[in-house]
C-alpha cells in the first residue's frame, strides 16, 4: 500500500504539532509518526488525512482526531506486550497505533463492514492484532484478562463486564456521558473491590450501542 515520502513529512508535522498540544509520550509519538492514516481514509478525504480533526467512515462512524487517538493512547500507559482489549475497531487506525507501541491487541467491532474493511488495512500494513465481530459490551472475556481496555465510542455508563475483564492493576480508559458530551474517564484497578476514577477533559465521540451488528 503506498506511503509517499510527502505523508511521511506530513506525519512527521501531525506529531509536532502533537507535542505543542501536550502529548509527551514518545511511544505514543512514535506510533502515530509510523501509521499511515491516510490508508485507513476514504479514497475522497485522503488529502485532509494529516489534518488534527475526525472525518466520516462507513457506517456513519468515524476516524478520530489523531490528538483524541494519542490523549488516549498517552492516558492508556500501554507497555509492549501488554494485552490491550479495544472496544470499537472503527477504521482500525487507533488499532494500528497500539499495535505500533507493541500491545498484543484484541479489538472488537460490531459493525460487519467496518470490521472486513479494517481487517484487510490492518493485514496489508502488516499489523497482526485479534479482530473480532461482536458486542463491545460483552467485552472478550474468553480472552480475559487485560492489562488495559480502551473504549473508542461514548457510553453512557461504564460496562461492568468490561472492569470485570481489567486485571488488577489495569487501566481503562473510555469517554462517559451523554451523546453531545462525555469526559474521558480512567479507571485504574487497585483490587477486585477497588477502582480508582479520575477525568480528563471532555470530549465527543459516537455513542457506544449495546449489541452485535447485523451482518
Known sequence: MSDQLRYKGLREKLVEDLRKKGITDERVLSAMGEVPRHLFMESGLIQFAYKDQAFP?????????PYTVAFQSQLLEVQPRHRVLEIGTGSGYQAAVLVAM???????????????????ILEKLNYHPGLFFGDGYAGLPTYAPFDRILVTCGAESV?????????IGGRMVIP?????EQKMTL????????????EHGAFIFVPMVEGKAKK
Open 176 to 180: 462517559v456521558g451523554g451523546p453531545s
Open 102 to 120: 507493541g500491545a498484543s491487541l484484541f479489538s472488537v467491532e460490531r459493525q460487519r463492514v467496518l470490521f472486513l474493511k479494517a481487517k484487510s
Open 159 to 167: 460496562p461492568e463486564a468490561l472492569l470485570r475483564q481489567l486485571k
Open 57 to 65: 467512515i462507513a457506517a456513519g462512524q468515524t476516524i478520530s482526531q
Open 187 to 198: 479507571y485504574v484497578k487497585i483490587s477486585e473491590n477497588v477502582i480508582e476514577r479520575s
